[in-house]
């Protein structure tokens, strides 16, 4: 039992990397991609952020009569992680709307048919 | 104790409100559930601990992403996901389903959620907390090595966040192409005519 609630947090996490995996292939709306993406994003955060977690530690801000302290380094890691993740989504959501312009469709499959790729 | 209750629980919504995104069909409606699950992990980050993450991700995970994916959805006029029946799951459920299950097995010899004698905790991380404050003179950490011990990298990572932003620029600024010049839109157009 407690392997499981101690493990819990990581295998949350692979579930959610899955799920974003799974609606990147198999999904052919590119927007549906673009949010499987992130959702692949947020499960990473959660593999770093989980593993940083101290029990009854405290957030990493120096207080006076606190000794424990959660570890800060996945905590700077990860908030370097979310804004360059933000960048990449806003690229992605620029080409989808530049492919719309071009193509008329963000269905991956009518994509494929006009192009007589695949 | 109750900490590791409120964890949990939040986990479990943030895994249903995941299988709800691929299931909704409707974009509008899977947009507005990815700023659920955006809330719910700031939410979850401030119960780990990590309080400079969390109003990062409520700030652009939940903020700016959820209103860069509504002015797409804008922009693309595609309100409902075309579910074509010529994509079989079972390819890419097989392959999610072995990775995941190869994942798992790889977290068996992962130190349990909250250990501190894991290594990741016992390392690197104590120098910065003992030092940090006397080095630096800022009492949070995480700010500390984000701007001081790491400064450069912060620089790094506006050098990319600018590229980001005109590449967006370029691709989106220029003249909109009226729809009549593109021969693959006319022909798309033709189809659907006849």
């Known amino acids: 039992m407690d392997f499981i609630i101690s493990h819990y947090n990581y295998w949350i996490v692979i579930f959610l990397m899955m799920v974003g995996l799974y609606t990147v292939i198999s999904r052919g709306n590119l927007i549906k991609k673009i949010i499987g993406l992130n ?23 120096i207080t006076e009569g606190v000794k424990l302290y959660s570890n800060p380094l996945p905590h700077v890691l990860i908030l ?10 806003a690229l992605g959501l620029a080409l989808v709307v530049r492919i719309k312009e071009s193509y008329g469709t963000i269905e991956e499959d009518e994509i494929h048919e006009m192009d007589h790729s695949l | ?33 990815f700023g659920i699950f ?21 700030a652009v995970g939940a903020g700016i992403s ?10 693309t006029k595609n309100h409902n996901e075309k579910r074509s029946h010529a994509h079989r799951p079972w390819l890419p459920l ?47 950490i995480v700010t500390a090595v984000l701007a001081s011990y790491r400064g450069f990298d912060t620089l790094g990572e506006v050098a990319v966040i600018f590229t980001a932003g005109v590449a967006v620029l370029l691709l989106l600024g220029g003249k909109p192409s009226s729809p009549n010049s593109n021969p693959r839109t006319n022909k798309k157009r033709e189809e659907d005519e006849t």
Do not use: C
């Open chain 1, 39 to 61: 959702i692949f994003q947020v499960s990473v955060f959660f593999l770093y952020i989980s593993m940083g977690t101290v029990k009854d530690g405290a957030a990493p801000i």
């Open chain 1, 80 to 89: 370097t992680a979310i804004v360059v993740g933000v960048a990449t989504t």
């Open chain 2, 1 to 33: 104790m109750i900490d590791l209750i409120i964890n949990i629980i939040l986990l479990t919504f943030l895994a249903i409100t995941a299988i709800a995104i691929i299931r909704t069909t409707n974009l509008f409606a899977t947009i507005m559930l």
């Open chain 2, 38 to 58: 955006s809330l719910l992990s700031a939410t979850l980050f401030v119960v780990m601990d990590a309080l400079d993450v969390a109003f990062t991700e409520a």
């Open chain 2, 66 to 75: 959820t209103i860069l994916m509504l002015t797409t959805l804008a922009l």
């Open chain 2, 94 to 140: 097989a392959v999610v389903t072995i990775t995941g299950m190869a994942l798992v097995y790889g977290t068996l010899d992962i130190p349990g959620f909250g250990d501190p004698a894991a290594p990741a905790n016992t390392h690197v991380a104590q120098y910065y907390i003992n030092n940090a404050l006397p080095e630096t003179g800022v009492p949070n």
